[in-house]
């Protein structure tokens, strides 16, 4: 059982619970910044937290995770839809390559690669419009 109500006794700075591996006693000592106090023994409120250790680990790492994920949408969120746009888009050197292998060098054998390049931009244009609305505001940026 996690109590987020929970606080430190007044004049009190930390608070440590040691378990006696071999008993299974357990101790409290207090701390008020000068000196250790020992503390109440037993402690039911601190024997129900170690008691439910596993489960308030979980919980945090849970919460770790959601963090993590919430971070994430965050971020993605933040990206502007011209730059998903772009992002999705062949890399200028991908596609100086291909012209280049295609009409300089007179390499038949790019055209495959060439209709590819193509399709992604088709798709991309299909997915991501270049004059459209995005969350009520206007995003202009040309044909790309």
């Known amino acids: 059982m996690y109590d987020p109500d929970y606080t430190l006794p007044t004049g009190i700075k930390s608070v440590r619970y040691t378990v006696d591996p071999q008993t299974g006693t357990g101790h409290h000592f207090q701390h008020d910044g000068n000196r250790n106090l020992q503390g109440i023994h037993p402690c039911s409120q601190l024997d129900g937290y170690i008691s439910n250790l596993q ?4 919980i945090a790492d849970n919460l770790k995770e959601e963090s993590t994920e919430i971070d994430t949408l965050l971020a993605n ?3 502007s839809y011209a730059d998903k746009r772009k992002l999705e888009y062949p890399s200028i ?8 292998e295609l009409v ?7 055209i495959s690669k060439v209709q590819e390049i193509q399709s ?3 798709h991309i244009k299909q997915k991501y419009p270049a004059n459209c609305k995005n969350n009520g505001v ?4 040309g044909d790309l």
């Open 55 to 58: 489960s308030i680990k979980a």
């Open 77 to 79: 969120a933040l990206v």
């Open 93 to 100: 050197e991908e596609l100086v390559v291909a012209l280049w």
């Open 104 to 110: 300089v060098e007179s390499n038949p054998s790019v």
């Open 120 to 122: 992604r931009r088709l």
């Open 138 to 141: 206007d995003s202009v940026f």
